[in-house]
């Protein structure tokens, strides 16, 4: 953690309830988790972080699996992300945003119940090796948990009222249900973002080192575009298999778009990418360059320079659809013993010549892009918004 913040979260206004009584928290017993958990027993630790450990656990009365926080009172969170956590996730209903049961506030006891999401983090697969035995996720896996994500985000960004600033992204809180499905998950770190004619919040610095935005981190001014600067750095991950802060090796404090961003000016994209992923052919290669040129415009140093969650989407949704129609035709001329059809065309702003390839960090361009993302993608993409799935 980068700080740990006092400062409590916005109230909320009374009509800001939980529509349906089916969704609301359910209120357990401390003996109730303790028996779900077998007594909290070392072996049925899932995970562990800032907030405490994490139980694997069965509930007695419905026979559900889930996911057992319990606050750790010498950790770096406390009380009040408690409280948020609770708060947000009580209001919140998303597709990818794990879904919080219930809750227990026994004496000085504080534990979150969850959905338990059976293939862990993102962080798991990419980075740690308790997910060795598995197989590597493949690139059109890796782009649909992306374009997943950005759902979650683009939830909390835009239909959200108000709207709410995640504030902790990174691979690590990026869970992963059947079928590789994302969901975004601990909310502790959460802020109620800006409205009206209020441009951000002004707060102490949290988050993770190597997720930052360098502009909230030196000014404290959070702005859902601080989101976006660290949804860059997880697909950074996603793309290159690396950590968000590199090996001491690569240097003190080498972070990983600094090394990224040096090897795509020399148009190495091969390097860059996750050398476990194999690089079947251009057209792999050119979705790949693709989700880098995502990737960077999200890092863009200057915040208004970013593109919108949204923008993000439509952009990740036509790299998915891309990859995978790709796949299936592949597949399908292997059986024929032909060859597959050509690509779909596209977009304007994700092709650009050899020329522009170059990452080109001056503000007058980035704004340029930005500004012109969103209708280019839109004209040239047949699937809708995602922003109220």
């Known amino acids: 953690m980068i700080q740990s913040s006092a400062e409590p979260a916005r109230a ?3 009509s800001q309830t939980v529509q349906d009584s089916e969704d609301e928290s359910q209120i357990f017993t401390y003996r109730e988790l303790a028996t779900a958990t077998n007594n ?5 630790i899932i995970g562990r972080g800032g907030f405490g450990c994490v139980y694997k656990g069965t509930l007695e009365s419905t026979g559900q699996e889930v996911a057992v926080k319990m606050l750790d009172h010498s950790g770096v969170q406390g009380e009040r992300e408690f409280i948020v956590e609770v708060l947000m996730l009580s209001l919140l209903r998303h597709e990818n945003l794990v879904r919080l049961i219930g809750y227990c506030a026994e004496g000085d006891q504080r534990l979150l119940v969850y959905e338990y999401m059976p293939l862990g983090s993102v962080e798991d697969h990419m980075h740690n090796k308790k997910c060795s035995g598995q197989k590597a996720l493949d690139w059109s896996t890796r ?25 902790d992204l990174k691979t690590a809180n990026i869970l992963l249900d059947h079928g590789f499905k994302p969901k975004l998950s601990d909310f502790g770190l959460a802020k109620f973002g800006p409205t009206g004619d209020v441009t951000h919040v002004t707060t102490k610095v949290m988050g993770t080192l190597g997720y930052c935005a360098p502009d909230y981190a030196k000014s404290g001014k959070l702005t859902i575009k601080s989101d976006i600067y660290s949804f860059g750095v997880v697909m950074l991950e996603l793309i290159t298999g690396r950590k968000a802060i590199m090996d001491s090796s690569m240097g003190p404090d080498c972070f990983l778009g600094d090394w990224a961003v040096a090897l795509f000016k020399k148009d190495n994209i091969r390097e860059i990418v996750d050398p476990v992923l194999t690089i079947k052919g251009r057209y792999m290669e050119s979705t790949m360059r693709k989700a880098l040129e995502v990737a960077f415009m999200c890092l863009r140093e200057e915040a208004n320079a970013r593109p919108t969650i949204s923008e993000v989407g439509i952009a990740l949704n036509y790299i998915v659809k891309c990859t995978t129609s790709k796949k299936k035709k592949a597949r399908a001329g292997k059986k024929k013993g032909g060859t597959s059809s050509s690509s779909p065309e596209t ?39 995602s922003s109220h799935s």
């Open 40 to 44: 909290f027993r070392e072996e049925s």
């Open 143 to 167: 782009m649909q948990i992306a374009a997943g994500a950005a759902k979650g985000i683009e939830h909390l960004h835009n239909v959200a009222d108000p709207p709410v600033i995640f504030r």
């Open 12 to 14: 909320l206004s009374e």
């Open 347 to 385: 977009p304007r702003i994700l092709n650009g010549n050899n020329e522009e390839r170059n990452v080109d960090l001056d503000r007058q361009r980035a704004v340029a892009e930005a500004k012109n993302w969103a209708e280019s993608l839109r004209r040239k993409s047949t699937e809708p918004s």
